[in-house]
């Protein structure tokens, strides 16, 4: 952690102090950038100076502020800048984005850069660059001839790549907060199983069609619930309908989903009439049984076993289905990615260039999801679980609604709400 | 806890051995009797001997077995036999219920008989005499003269009266265990919120249909998040429809219907959209003073101020309402009985019978009012919360049906189903 | 809802506009008053000007604010009015309160301000007067010979009182943020049960026992299952330790105690092995009978009957004790409140002068208590449940901590912290 | 699904029934063995005639039943015989166990006889073979010539192997009830938060030490709030002192480990105060980076870079440590199995042996350690959610002990019940 380009001054008391100037542009007051940068100061131990501020005489004028922060140490310094980009902060001083080799395959440099979720830029030979491939907690590296950088996982760095370190040259672009009222701006702290949701959930319709109208992709994570509460045949309706292009579960959804097409249950509970079936708990091994002897789901579809249901619409209507393993899984059935290097692979190239995700009744899925997704997003997280709610809906964005429901009765009023 | 016709004999240690001799009869390894029987005896340190023992051959034949029972003393072979009775055991040798006078108003004598929900006989001058207005944790007083008992609360005790003590010549007639399925056999322990509920919710739409067509009572204990969910409306609709016969609430959810009402709001929440009024938070209080100006609910919907929700419907279709105040609330409300022995005795009043109760997102009430329930009533609990589902469904009976869901979106599909 | 001083001009599109000047001095970016301003006057609908502004060059120097706020009509201005208030906004136009006669008792003039838990003051003849009581969802009453206001509850108001109305000469002062990190910091958005306890409890120990020695008040709003859970002899310890003056809870506390000290069972469950003892369900009817017997728990005492337990120590050690009853109490005990009114105005006398509130395990109790403490005293809310944390903690001020954890394992932590 | 040796006979409606012969003996009456059988026959619209019924006189005396199974066809016949089976449900007749070979690698015969996690036997060349390798849900594999059978995944299984199908030649033994009081006969449905804890430590305490002496293996499931919470040095204190000889857990416990040791907070909160440090989402990708770049954590332990912490002292005490990835792992740390077939092998290969099971915090690991322990371990299953504590805790027998609790004050009585 050694960025040189800090300037170093004499504080009142003797002490060195370490200063960087930064500016903040944009609804800094009204979405509440000025007072974070404030408190991250002084949570981090440091301090400002307001060097110049004009706030928007209306509200719908930007305002500018341009701050003096100084630490007492250059790590102090290289922390409080690095959470202050997060708010969109710029550096004055203009330097370009520094990088390091990566000492091994899968290794970092210490003083690596965590990305955010949100759009961000490096500066390379003076210019800012797009960085590609939004996602959180990656690292960015740069192709110098290419004037290119892209945000990668850890795990993908060969040794030599050249990884952006510290704080220089880097701009995060934090969203614009909206004025008018949408349903995304519920934020967490409202999450609540006693607000009225038939509203919320027809907006979020309107939303789906639109989406759906202008040939956007919509992704749906699906627990297993929706096919134990018997809400399946909603989900496989609004598959056939096209409001969803891409589906991310795990082996339980599929295997349950094949349950009941095969046998009328989930688990052994009957779906028409919730009573357990005595000695049902063999179904989901015989429905994993019967894909695994089918081959895959495609060819159980192709065969003609599978002839309705979620994964029939799937692969129907060409969704693009990824189904990652647990260390729970019996069976598992063939389509499901057992390796976890892989099972990311493959989700992070279905979630490119989706504009909506639907988080249903799954946690592990959801926050494995949440996490590749970036800032543009719109979320929606419905669980019974008030906590599994507020961790996926806590992103620090605008695009997050959290819903405390009922999966079951959920699935069926936006089926209801959408018309299919 | 002085029984006197205990039969005394030395047992095999030369410890002095109290014994009682019971029969079981029924389907009572069906239905668990026997089991639960030799379970209590055990966990209560008593030992017993199987008599006699005749089986059902078939599951149409009752069962009947014959037990001695013994304790090392007289107060354990008095808990060992008021346990059992719970079960339908009934002592062999035939005495009168023995009484003690009460010490003073509202005071027991120690030795009282705590009441199950289940029916309960007791005998009198021989004859077995049904008891009168069965509740949980009552007590029962004998009028020797009329021949009659019946359950009362402590507190209506008065000086002298005839309590029922010890365990002699009471017989308790649990429910039969019903061998078709229906919604209400499922138990506490079932309780899931990822069980269909679809089915469930229109089964108990065709019970309540029943219900009201044959003359029925149905008695509702509604939480305020109905109406801030944004279901008022749909509770209405079943009022007007002659879905509910009883209503019990607090002052929350006759504030909040009000200020629906009035102001379009629940707790400051536009209905509408969800959103946060700022500065609503005054709305509930606004309300309130509306109704204390008019006098009363009922003035209120005459004079015309009150003109839809669920309070004006309750006035219109004559629904016996009973609102409970509890410390919490503010105003309240002219019609919330603030002294609690006055709201029991309403609602005690109110539930005299009733045949189905639905019990709504409340937990207070909720409890307040199974408590007050035979067994012979059925019970539907409603709440997001699975603990509260739980400690509400789980009354040792097959007549209660505990759902874990969301009260807006149950109460949607409820009305949805029963076509109003 | 007639404020007569309002300013009208005519608006851009010809519309007259209604419109106030208000300031806001103090830490008003870093406590977010500034930005909350902004969005209450938009999300209401309303528009503003920046007049003025002048932002502390440094953290610890305070910043000013004046503003326009304009609406298109005097409700809406009154809306925003009384809602910037909340956050400290001052009138620029100074006049004096204004108030209406209360048209009968126990009701108010439409108009009326409801108070926030804020300390709160009003203008009489040109002076700024302190209200007395400080207490939320209240009315303010003045009496102008006395130049004096207190905050009163809606149904202690007679007939021609001067009841304040409108937002003119009305000041309350938020709390100022604090600075240094206390464990009283942390949000309501904070709360988790995978944060660190055992330090936060530390740190709550030291405060309990700084309050301890310099003669201030701690509240316990004690819930029944402190006594379930087996942690009565630490709250016991706690009590005559010195570290409760005051104790709020129901007829169950009460009971629970007294069947825990009498039969060493709560609710039928034996404390020391967690075992049920079948039968078990009769000894809190036992309990409650005892106490009646005896009179109250001052003379159960005092007989000698109670000789351990929470309530004997509160007895002992003249602990200020206020049992609310509710409508889902058997019994009860004779020191339990039954109406509510009653209830409530004992309450309100104890709290006087508390200035810590400890609420475990109770949200009935807790609520009621909450609403009635000013924002001065700090609150502690534990439960299991984080949907009760969140209710109990979120209390818009930065004086509130919320656990969500084992209240038995709480209540052995804490008094481990406090070494008794 | 063609069971050959099934008896026809014609019912009284002319209809052909399919009927078998079982008895049951033991303490069936008692552990609710025939009541079970009764419920599961009439569940499964099948019938029976009860032959011979011998029901012990005293409660040291086992009870004997012959029964008649009827239904109408064999398919129905078939599953009541598998569900009864599962109760310890004996056929008269005699056969060998049926086998089919495997169509196809990882695939079974339609079929396959599923595998409870009870003991099981097979009959082979009329001989009672025991199965090895308990575990629920896998199926029976037998090696005619060596007499031996064994439960396997479906996975493992090659073409051609001999899997058992149907239900002729099975037998389960299921676990007597303990009739002595001990913490490990709470059932399921006795979970809950208000239950005395302390004593139940304690018990569970003496019970770990006897393990330990006995030179007994224990099995911990650790969710990462152990270490958020603060309680992972209480954790590492009890593996230094032995009473850890497993350890299972994900990517998330041992990078929160790793970060507390380096850098002494957990997912950016410091461990000491439960403050969050700004920026300390990082804090994680650098502990991993970490990991990475010493090669393993062994690696870092033998280096010196990490000497304290859980990881240091399972490596530096030989705990058998599987850490399984999941879809949402960050990194991962170099130790963690990425393929979930490789995990779940593994795992199977630690658990041979264990003795007691405890499950804190976590729900994936859990379930996935659940389901391979045989009905003979001890488990204890800690969580603050109610529903994730009855799901562990379900398992149908009498050796499971749920504890509705925070992970960390759970973690510090134990370590202090455990003296450590």
New interface residues.
Partial sequence: MNPTQTTRKISPTGAQLFTEEITLEGHI??S?A??KV???????GG????LD?R?????DEPSFARLKISAENEPQLD??M??LQDYGAVLVSQHDVRTEPA??N???P?D?Y?TTHMPTQVRLGGKWVEVQNTEM?LIITVDQEQSAARMV???AVSKGDAVVVGYNGIRVIPPQRS?Q?E?FS?M???VS????????IEELAREMRQTRERGGKILLVAGP?IV????GPCLARMIRAGFVQVLFGGNAIATHDVESVLLGTSLG?T?????????G??HH??A??AI??AGSLRQAVESGLLREGIMFECIKNNVDVVL?????????IPDVA????E??RR?REAVKGVDMALMIATM??S??TG?MLPSSVKVVAVD????VVTKLA?RGTFQALGL???????M??LADALGV
Same sequence: chains 1, 2, 3, 4.
């Fill in positions: 007051i009204d509440w000025l007072p404030f408190d991250a100061v002084m949570d981090l301090s400002f100076e307001l501020i706030v928007g005489r209306r509200k922390r409080i690095t959470t000492p091994a899968g290794v970092l210490d690596f965590s907690d996982p850890m795990a004025r009222h349903i519920f967490a702290s409202d199983s006693e607000r009225p949701k038939r509203r919320v619930a134990h509460s018997g809400a509970v779906l028409r009439s919730g009573q357990s079936v005595e000695g708990h063999r091994m015989f994993i049984n695994r002897k990652s393993g647990s260390v729970r899984d019996d069976g598992p057992q390796d976890m290097a099972a990311q989700m592990l899925h926050i494995a996490n019974i679980n008030p906590a806590d405390v429901t009922d999966a079951e009765l959920f069926r009023e």
